[in-house]
């Protein structure tokens, strides 16, 4: 069967549902602008939407545009224009996706982009819906391409090739291809399968490679070139300008109104948290639960941080207790999540009815969270572990959100803590769970065995930093397991527990490798908690990545 479509009979699938040749009229700039609405206040000073047509690499579009110091958003294909209006965007991308834009109900690019005449890089799938909508023609391969390829330039003078050499190696993924320009475009690269392998007209260009990924070693200076070239944007995005604007931003939203935020000692709520104080000062309360679970120093050093050195208002609440009294008896690891997160909804409504009227919840999410949950609710994905955080407390207490990291990736909630002068040693803190400790002690949870894990835990920390590690692991922590082991000290038997260290390398958790420890830094680690550690007399590492094995055990 012959999938192509003959452009004449092409129409747009969008609500608008525009004919091709008035895309045509407005890429050539020919015709007038439709108005667009208004746009949303809180404009950003540059930015650029990404559009998602389903690629693996959108997050990676993302994470080199913030590379490049430009400030960018991921939307689904199917986004209004006032969705996006709000961020003042200077450009689009369009990503890559699994779809052939010829079948029957291919994602295409909505009305907005074509009329909005903002310059667009597509790339390789965005690429073709380029050409699908612009009038020209998009075939299934004779020859699939993927993997490394060799792109020669046409002639060299495209801004998008500013400052590079002629030929260069590009990463390839597609089964489709452009066999017809759209009008008014140049193909400005080949590579030997693709003979239209990059096509521009003026500020609209189109990539069948993929600049995002790391197989394109030049790919940033592309993607750079169509940011600040075609684009002509400052790349002034930077963590302090984010501060800023989070700020103002914050600012605006409260109001005179009273936020409550749950600090738990990792990065991210003590950002969010830094961030609000220095928004709204004395309107902002702070809560730290102490639910007994937490490592050796914790809740000492959060009191030490927060309420001493940053004068913020800080309840530090003890409910060691609490917790411990729900624990007892529980075994089961989907159990004691249950009971954790459901404590500390509990501790923490108690202590809010305390402080009277409270209109926000300052919650530390971040953009992995929201592209996460929403490709969630698309998806049938099985439940590993119920993951406890706050997200249950906005239902449980009728409170409007402040999330001022909501569209940051890690690194950069990193960037922006250290702007806001959070000390370096909280700033690169590795992920804590929020059930803590009792995720790693398997079997009941005991004041007695969380003594023990402590103890552990302080030693692999401690050894993990003298051997200059500790940033390059995504977490490094010990495990109490449930066995017993037989051994010998001095002249006499022993029968203790059984330790596990973990360590591991990961750019996300979503997957992670067991790292390669050099040995001398396990025996280390070994050698001082059999030592020192009293009631445990044989430590295991564990060689499990992610998949099969998750990272924390329970
Ligand atoms: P898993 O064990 O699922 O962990 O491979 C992935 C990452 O998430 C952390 N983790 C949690 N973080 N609440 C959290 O805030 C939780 O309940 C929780 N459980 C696991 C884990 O430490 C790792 O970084």
């Known amino acids: 069967m012959d999938k192509e479509v003959s452009p004449a009979s092409r129409r747009i699938a969008t609500s608008d549902d525009l004919e091709v040749s008035t895309y045509l009229e407005i890429a050539k700039g020919k015709k007038g602008q439709q108005p667009l609405p208004e746009e949303a206040p809180q404009a950003r000073e540059e930015a650029v939407v990404i559009i998602d047509f389903g690629s693996q690499y959108s997050h990676l579009i993302a994470r080199r545009v913030r590379e490049c110091h430009v400030y960018c958003e991921i939307v689904p294909y199917t986004a209004s224009w006032e969705r996006v209006a709000?961020?003042?965007?200077?450009?689009?991308?369009?990503?890559?996706?699994?779809?052939?834009?010829?079948?029957?109900g291919a994602p295409l690019a909505p009305v907005w982009v074509y009329q909005s005449k903002l310059p667009i890089l597509g790339i390789c799938y965005g690429m073709q819906v380029l050409a699908h909508q612009l009038g020209g023609k998009v075939s299934p391969s004779v020859k699939r391409e993927y993997g490394h390829a060799v792109l020669h330039q046409n002639k060299a003078d495209a801004p998008i090739f500013s400052e590079l050499p002629h030929s260069l190696p590009v990463w390839m993924s597609h089964g489709d291809q452009i066999t017809e320009l759209p009008p008014g475009f140049r193909a400005l690269a080949y590579t030997e399968s693709s003979p239209i392998a990059v096509m521009g007209n003026g500020a609209i260009v189109g990539l069948q490679f993929h600049p995002e990924v790391a197989h394109t070693p030049q790919g940033m200076d592309i993607l750079r070139n169509f940011l600040l070239r075609v684009c002509g944007l400052n790349g002034s995005w930077t963590p302090q300008s984010f501060v800023a604007q989070a700020v103002q931003r914050i600012?605006?939203?409260?109001?005179?109104?009273?936020?409550?935020?749950?600090?738990?000692?990792?990065?991210?709520?003590?950002?969010a948290a830094t961030l609000?104080?220095?928004?709204?000062?004395?309107?902002?309360?702070?809560i730290f639960v102490d639910n007994g679970l937490m490592r050796r120093d914790e809740p000492h050093r959060v009191a030490e941080v927060f309420g001493r050195n940053m004068r913020l208002n800080l309840l530090h609440v003890n409910a060691q207790e609490r917790f411990l009294g729900r624990l007892r008896g529980v075994t089961d690891p989907e159990e004691k999540r249950r009971v954790i997160g459901d404590e500390f909804i509990r501790v923490f409504e108690d202590?809010?009815?305390?402080?009277?009227?409270?209109?926000?919840?300052?919650?530390?999410?971040?953009?992995?969270?929201?592209?996460?949950s929403q490709t969630a609710e698309n998806s049938a994905s099985a439940k590993i572990?119920?993951?406890?955080n706050v997200g249950g407390l906005p239902a449980a207490m009728h409170l409007k959100l402040v999330e001022p990291l909501r569209y940051l990736f890690k690194d950069e909630v990193r960037d922006a803590g250290l702007a806001l002068g959070l000390p370096e040693e909280m700033v690169y803190r590795q992920p804590f769970p929020g059930p803590g400790l009792a995720i790693r002690i398997l079997g009941e949870v005991t004041q007695e065995k969380l003594e023990t894990l402590r103890a552990c835990d302080w030693i692999v920390m401690d050894e993990i930093k003298a051997a200059n590690l500790y940033r390059e692991l995504w977490q490094s922590f010990a495990v109490l397991t449930d066995a017993r082991s037989v051994g010998v000290m001095g002249d006499y038997r022993t029968y203790g527990h059984v330790v596990?260290?973990?360590?591991?390398?990961?750019?996300?958790?979503?997957?992670?490798?067991?790292?390669?420890?050099?040995?001398?830094?396990?025996?280390?680690?070994?050698?001082?908690?059999v030592n020192e550690v009293a009631q445990v007399n044989r430590v295991v590492y564990d060689i499990t990545s992610k998949p099969p094995g998750t990272i924390e055990w329970e």
Not at 352 to 372: M, N, S, W
Not at 385 to 388: D, E, G, N, R, S
Request: aromatic share 4%; proline share 5%; net charge negative.
């Open 276 to 286: 609000v104080h220095r928004a709204v000062g004395e309107q902002l309360t702070c």
């Open 251 to 271: 600012r605006e939203q409260v109001g005179e109104g009273r936020v409550i935020c749950a600090l738990s000692g990792g990065v991210d709520s003590a950002v």
């Open 351 to 372: 202590e809010a009815a305390e402080l009277g009227q409270v209109d926000f919840l300052a919650q530390g999410t971040l953009y992995p969270d929201v592209i996460e």
């Open 500 to 529: 596990a260290v973990r360590a591991v390398t990961s750019q996300d958790a979503m997957t992670a490798d067991w790292a390669r420890l050099p040995y001398d830094v396990l025996a280390r680690i070994s050698s001082r908690i």
């Open 86 to 104: 709000g961020m003042n965007p200077k450009g689009i991308i369009m990503s890559g996706g699994p779809a052939s834009v010829y079948e029957p």
């Open 385 to 388: 572990k119920t993951h406890h």
